[in-house]
Every structure is written in C-alpha cells, then in structure tokens.
C-alpha cells in the first residue's frame, strides 16, 4: 500500500499521480488477456462508477467452534497493499490478507511463491489468484487457511475527492488511510485474531505507524518501504489487489465494448486498447485522445478527471472543436440572506384588485397566514 508523510488537508497535486514507467513495468501492469475474474469483481458497482468493498468468508479454522472468545482463536497477521495508485484509468483498489502465522512463510514464500504483484507476471498473479478463491478436493491451505478482503476506490470518487472546493480536498493519501483502517477493522468485525499487520509504504512510516498503532492498539504493526517484499501476507495482498484492478478493467472494457458493439459475442476476445491505463502507456494515451467526448470527456467509471492528463486534454481539446464550460461564481454575500417570513405575503387589502384572488387561493389552500402567525 503506498503512503505518504502529507497532512490529512494537504491538497495533492494530481499531476503528481500520472506515474512515469518503463515499458518493462508496463507490461506487467498490463492486465492478462484471460485473467481470472476473481469474486471481488462486483460488475453492477463498477458499471455504475461506484466504491465498493468485499469480504471473502474467514476460514473455519481461524473460527474455533469452542470459545466466543477472539483471543483463544488461532493467531494470525494480516498484510496490505495498494494496486493502482498512478494510473488515470481504472478503479484504485487496496487489499489485505491474513493467515495463521505459522504458516505465513512455509505456504506463501516456499510453496506458492508470493511475491511482490509488479514483478511477477500478469499470468502467474492471475494464477495464484484463482488457486485461492478455488475450494479443491485435494489439500489447498491457500483456500482453507486464508482470507483476504479488497476495497476498490472508483475513478469517480477519487477525483470527486481530489476535487473537492473552498479547501475541502480529500487527497490520496488520506483516503488510502480510511481505506486501510476500514478493511482492517472489517477483519477483527468478522472475529479473526489478528496479532500483527504490515503494510507498505512510500516515504517515512513512522507517522503512519503511530497512527494506526493508534486505532489497533493491541495489534503489532510494522508499517515498512518495500513490505510487498519483505513481507509475504503483504505480497499476498498485493495480489489479491493487482489482480481485483485487472479484472475490473477488463469488465469496464468489455462493456464499453458491448455497448459499441452490440451484436458481438460476450465471450468474444478483445484487446483492451488502453492498455494498463498509466498516462505513460501509449496506448492508454491514444485511447483517451481518440474516445473524449467534447463535453463529457470519459465515463467518469473509467477516468480520473482530477489526474493532470485527463485535465490537460480536456483544457486543449478546445482548440479542436471541443466546448469550453466556465463554470458560475458563487455570491457568497448574497447567500442565505433571506428570512422565512420573506416567502410568506400578507393577504390583499380591502377594496384591493387582489382581494377576489386572494379569497380564491384561500379556498384551495388555506386560509393565508400573516407575519402576526409568527
């Protein structure tokens, strides 16, 4: 999971988010043609530009049947990580895994080969994914000993936050942080012993550290640079997350698709013009060129409009043919000077040429009330 030293009001920059890549990291950013559609895809929110989280059942194993007590089940640690922080297309999602910690190394490091989700291959994360969402009836302790859990950020909420006016900005960092707490705490909500937490991060820990040492007092936590390394339940984390944001942006193309193509085969294979949706990918760049709409721009369950790319094409496409939109000031002196009285008038005088109006009106609503009333 990525975090920074910003302060909670701290207004980011998005320019700062459209990440430069390698084509080699492009390649692995770039969802697998086939990826398995894991059960954290929730297509009706995606389609609707929507956050959503999921929760995979906890094993039974970590649910002793003998004792309500969380304290007496076995003891597990939990890792999270991010997927998607710099792309301007796509949903950012966070996830975290957990298991018992005993079997933390020997299961995740020595059998499955867990790694950190940018240097393994789209095809092997995709693998790993699917072994662990897959009941089996031979042993498969990825599926009967762990559990893992996603919060997937839509582009729509991000900018919206990024967005905010009058010095509200809900930047990244800070909803990265309220995305972590949320599915730690959704994880102990479900009676999972969790004993330790570790999380990734960019920049200084030390302060993220204290804050959640903070929220989960009785928990060791270890907030490190390059914990998706260090780490396994982290890198298993990171997965869960990489693995969540490729299937999304193969189900957000494949309905674009359909919606273009209406009479096309839904099982039909199709290439995903835009490629792994970072500003430095040229194919993602000459996606978002060639399908902006002169007003709308893109599907706000595609694009980030507050990351610099989006903004800059917007802003130049004007000399296109595309529209400018300038957008009203707000009169903050004249806001919420009115009085409730003010939307009330007294009933006509006599002899005056309203009076029969007025008698009319009564009947069908009323007797009219005069500021004596108040």
């Not at 530009?49 to 004792?67: C, R």
């Not at 009967?144 to 950020?153: D, F, K, M």
């Not at 030390?206 to 396994?232: G, H, M, N």
């Not at 060129?289 to 004007?318: I, Q, Y």
Request: hydrophobic content about 35%; aromatic content about 8%; proline content about 7%.
């Amino acid at each position: 999971m990525v975090l920074s030293q910003s302060q909670p009001n701290e207004i980011e920059s998005p320019k700062m988010e459209d990440t430069e890549m390698s084509q080699d990291n492009i390649a692995l950013e770039t969802p697998f043609s086939d990826v398995f559609i894991p059960p954290s895809i929730n297509e009706p929110a995606l389609l609707r530009g929507d956050s959503y989280t999921h929760f995979s059942a906890v094993p039974l194993s970590l649910l002793s049947a003998d004792s309500s007590e969380v304290s007496s089940r076995t003891e597990c640690c939990l890792g999270v990580d991010e997927a998607g922080r710099g792309p301007v297309l796509g949903p950012m999602v966070y996830g975290v895994f957990y298991l018992p910690l005993p079997l933390s190394d020997p299961l995740l490091r020595q059998q499955h080969h867990f790694d950190d989700s940018k240097v393994l291959t789209p095809a092997v994360r995709s693998s790993l994914m699917q072994t662990l969402c897959t009941p089996s009836t031979t042993p498969n302790e990825l599926y009967s000993s762990c559990g893992w859990a996603i919060s997937s950020l839509s582009p729509r909420d991000i900018s919206s936050g990024m967005m905010r006016p009058n010095g509200g900005t809900y930047n990244l960092n800070a909803q990265a942080m309220d995305a972590t707490i949320a599915l730690i705490k959704g994880v102990y909500a479900r009676g999972v012993n969790i004993k330790e937490i570790y999380v990734d991060t960019i920049g200084q820990p030390a302060a993220y550290q204290k804050k959640l040492e903070r929220v989960f007092p009785t928990a060791k936590i270890t907030v490190a640079k390059k914990a998706d390394s260090l780490y396994p339940c982290v890198s298993a984390a990171s997965v869960c997350a990489k693995v969540t944001r490729d299937a999304a942006l193969e189900t957000l193309w494949r309905a674009r698709h359909r919606s273009n193509n209406p009479e096309s085969d839904e099982k039909e294979e199709v290439d995903m013009a835009w490629g792994s949706g970072y500003p430095s990918d040229a194919r993602c760049s000459t996606w978002l060129k060639g399908n902006m709409h002169p007003v709308f721009g893109w599907g706000p369950a595609e694009c980030r409009f507050s990351w610099g790319t989006a903004k800059d094409l917007l802003e130049t496409n004007t000399k296109n043919g595309g529209v400018k939109v300038d957008w009203p000031i707000d009169d903050d002196d004249n806001r919420d000077t009115h009085r409730l009285t003010d939307f009330f008038a007294a009933a006509p005088a006599k002899g005056h040429e309203d009076e029969d109006m007025g008698d009319e009106l009564g009947t069908w609503f009323g007797i009219p009330a005069g500021l004596e009333a108040f």
